[in-house]
């Protein structure tokens, strides 16, 4: 059991980092749902991060308990008339309110508001991308490397294709390349779809097609992964590659590109998960996160809060989906709600809410026995 001495013996590398990371998120989720919550005049009884045995605990002058709980793996707002955290309204104890605690409890606010609060934590969470990745791109600048291919991998899609060193890429199916990376990433998502380029071959222009093809890769620390690929590089000389450093709109600009990016690709992998396209070892759970967290933590502040950012857009994702006891779950309800004119029977919630539960269960299972292979392959 080699792996169990390794892991116990960078536990204090991977835990530090991991706790980090994952509180800055958190935190920002919750927080995302506390400040419209009380915009909408909800009384809020606790505001934790963490679970389980509070540690440390302080109530504020509007009666929150701000708490640090002892299970660091997620968080919570509880709004007066909430049974639990998961925000199972207590009906029993709504049906008791007097009618000022009925004006600020949240399950008989309107339901644009309602909706409003459970949305602003996922949110929340895109909003922290933005602003860490438009922080880089103001502060370190954003990667400019022209697409000159440097090199095609023989028998590649672009060797069939008719690449030649030399080729600067000037556009993908009409859009105009600014870029390398802009090449990496439209031929990573786009596995097995013919791609039409216009390249500049030494002042002449010339169209070619070429179809990227799916291979299993695996990332800096091992951790497998699907992509697209062509089978052109571009080298990069000792001189590194140039950066542009942006404006305060520009850079909030291209925060948002580069979010929209991490989320249209992870929802392009998980759909490939869920069709049988890519592979399922690529859903990691709270040990793999620990062990990235530890290791990009080795890089640098710079690398753990860009590891941030891309956790925050899948946290935002995740509670999206429309799964009872996640924010998403909610919000189906709500929208049934709207279009019916009146809620789920108490019956039909509080059985969403059990099935709900154990899909989440099931889904941290899952990716809890991924993490556990991958640590010992």
């Known amino acids: 059991m080699e792996w169990i001495s390794g892991l116990a013996t960078n536990a204090v590398g991977y835990i530090v980092p991991f706790l980090f990371v994952l509180g800055i998120i958190i935190f920002i989720h919750e927080m995302g749902h506390f400040l419209v919550a ?135 199916d009409g859009s105009t390349v600014r870029d390398f990376s802009v090449v990496q990433r439209r031929v990573a998502s786009a596995a097995g779809v013919p791609l039409q380029f216009t390249v ?23 951790n497998p992964y699907s992509s697209g690929v062509l089978g052109v590089r571009r080298e990069v000389g000792a001189e590194g590659i140039p950066r542009e450093t942006l404006g305060p709109i520009q850079a909030v600009v291209a925060g948002v590109g580069e979010t929209w990016y991490i989320t249209t690709r992870t929802v392009e992998v998980v759909a490939g998960i869920i069709t049988g396209t890519q592979s399922a070892s690529q859903l990691g759970g709270p040990i793999r996160v620990a062990q990235v967290s530890g290791e990009v933590a080795g890089l640098g502040i710079a690398a753990l809060f860009s590891l941030a950012a891309m956790l925050s857009v899948s946290i935002g994702l995740i509670n999206l989906l429309p799964i009872p006891m996640l924010d998403g779950g909610h919000l189906l309800f709500y929208a049934i709600e709207g279009v019916r004119g009146r809620p789920l029977s108490e019956r039909a919630q509080d059985v969403g809410f059990r099935i709900g539960l154990a899909l989440v269960l099931l889904l941290m299972g899952f990716a809890t026995f991924n993490d556990i292979v991958h640590l010992t392959s």
């Open 200 to 222: 500049d071959r030494g002042g002449d222009i010339v169209q070619l097609t070429a179809t990227p093809e799916m291979r299993e890769m695996t990332d800096p620390f091992g």
């Open 38 to 172: 009380r915009w909408c005049g909800v009384a809020v009884d606790a505001f934790s991060i963490g679970f389980g045995p509070e540690i440390f605990g302080k109530v504020d002058r509007h009666g929150t308990r701000w708490r640090l709980s002892a299970i660091p793996l997620g968080g919570y707002v509880k709004f007066a008339g909430d049974e639990n955290a998961a925000s199972v309204p207590d009906r029993e104890a709504i049906a008791q309110m007097s009618e000022a605690e009925r004006r600020s409890s949240f399950y008989l606010k309107p339901l644009w508001q309602r909706a409003a609060i459970v949305a602003a934590g996922p949110f929340a969470n895109f909003l922290l991308a933005i602003a860490i990745f438009a922080i880089f791109f103001m502060v370190d600048g954003r990667p400019m490397a022209d697409a000159v291919v440097s090199s095609v991998e023989p028998e590649s899609p672009a060797a069939a294709a008719g690449f030649e060193p030399g080729d600067v890429i000037l556009s993908i």
